[in-house]
Nanobody, 122 residues
Framework: QVQLVESGGGSVQAGGSLRLSCAAS????????MGWFRRAPGKEREGVAV???????NYADSVKGRFTISQDNAKKTLYLQMNSLKPEDTAMYYC????????????????WGQGTQVTVSS
């Protein structure tokens, strides 16, 4: 199975950028779909972006053009580059893994990291 550890969260002003990282362990990493999800207090969890082991990506409409998901298979690390951040992006961000096919639905993901907080101020 896969173990995931996120890092890179923090506080920024609107319009700023952050890069989240997710270190994955497990020899089946390359066969997994990897994704980023977020949950704000009082709101439901939402899928942000997912990426297949072959590099195919999918994004939530709310982050298209601003966020970029990528992975370094050699380092077994997943990234989320977040640009033009908005206060609405404030949430706990989670890295997750599933067996393909990839979706933006959290219920399809079996493995989760502990989360990293992203706070965007107006």
């Amino acid at each position: 199975q896969v173990q995931l550890v996120e890092s890179g969260g923090g506080s920024v002003q609107a319009g700023g950028s952050l890069r989240l990282s997710c270190a994955a362990s497990g020899y089946t990493y390359r066969t997994y779909c990897m994704g980023w999800f977020r949950r704000a207090p009082g709101k439901e969890r939402e899928g942000v972006a997912v990426i297949d082991s072959d590099g195919t990506t999918n994004y939530a409409d709310s982050v298209k053009g601003r966020f970029t998901i990528s992975q370094d298979n050699a380092k077994k690390t997943l990234y989320l580059q977040m640009n033009s951040l908005k206060p609405e992006d404030t949430a706990m961000y989670y890295c997750a893994a599933s067996v393909p096919p990839c979706t933006l639905f959290g219920t399809d993901f079996a493995y989760w990291g502990q989360g990293t907080q992203v706070t965007v101020s107006s």
